[in-house]
């Protein structure tokens, strides 16, 4: 088995996810040029639909279910989490997922009138391969009529460590906050110098980006 085949277990070309509407004006704080990677993350809206049916986002185990990603041109079925973590190795390749948490977005008033149920599914891939990368990717998960959709995606390069988490959640704000690499120019693959801090606000049945802020990241830190 190649290792295009460890790393996905059936990949296959997908029509490009609708971009989301940001019908809000976005707040730019210390803004910074981007290098020749350009900005590192996105936001779509994929519509995939799982197979099967589920009552309730209490049936729903994401840390044992199959999890897909999108890359904005292509459907890649990543594979079935046991216990929350997937790897696959291959030669000198390897390629790792790891699921970092999962909110409930509808409260129990809203769980209870019927309607769509949603939550947020956040988890991590990294890959070694020569070199190495890292993306997060936040999924909005959404429950109608018993079939489970994946209803938005936000995916945000992590190929950086100053020892502060990717992402942050407030369950009583329902608020998200990412980290995304930003590459200045003349920044080397391993060594970026700034990442972008996005901040989200939920809508009611998506996320909106709100924030912007571009933060360096202290040279110290820098290589992951």
């Known amino acids: 088995m190649g290792f295009l085949q460890w790393f996905t277990i059936f990949l296959f070309s997908f029509p490009l996810p609708a971009q ?13 040029p981007y290098g020749d990677e350009g900005k590192l993350y996105t936001i779509s809206k994929p519509g995939f639909m799982y197979p099967g049916e589920f009552g309730s986002l209490e049936e729903i185990d994401a840390r044992n279910l ?29 390629n790792y997922l790891r699921l970092v ?23 991590e891939f ?22 489970l959709g994946v209803e938005q995606q936000i995916d945000y390069n992590t ?21 995304s690499s930003h590459y200045l120019f003349n920044d080397a693959h391993c060594c970026i110098s700034a990442y972008d801090e996005l901040t989200f606000h939920w809508i009611g049945s998506e996320y909106a ?13 820098r290589a992951k």
């Open 159 to 179: 190929h950086f460590n100053d020892g502060v988490k990717f992402q942050e959640f407030s369950p009583r704000s329902r608020r998200l906050v990412v980290r």
């Open 66 to 94: 199959v999890i897909h990603s999108f890359d904005g041109r292509r459907h890649e079925v990543c594979g079935r989490l046991k216990q929350g973590h997937w790897e696959a190795r291959e030669d000198a390749c390897t």
């Open 101 to 123: 948490g999962v909110h409930r977005l509808s409260n129990k008033a809203e769980a209870e009138s019927g309607d769509a149920q949603y939550m947020l599914v956040i988890f």
């Open 20 to 32: 989301v509407p940001q019908m809000q004006k976005i707040e730019v704080v210390h803004p910074l």
């Open 126 to 147: 990294s890959g070694v391969c020569g070199s190495s990368d890292s993306t997060g990717f936040a999924q909005v998960w959404k429950l109608s009529e018993r079939r």
């Open 209 to 221: 980006l709100e924030r912007i802020e571009t933060k360096r990241i202290n040279r110290a830190a």
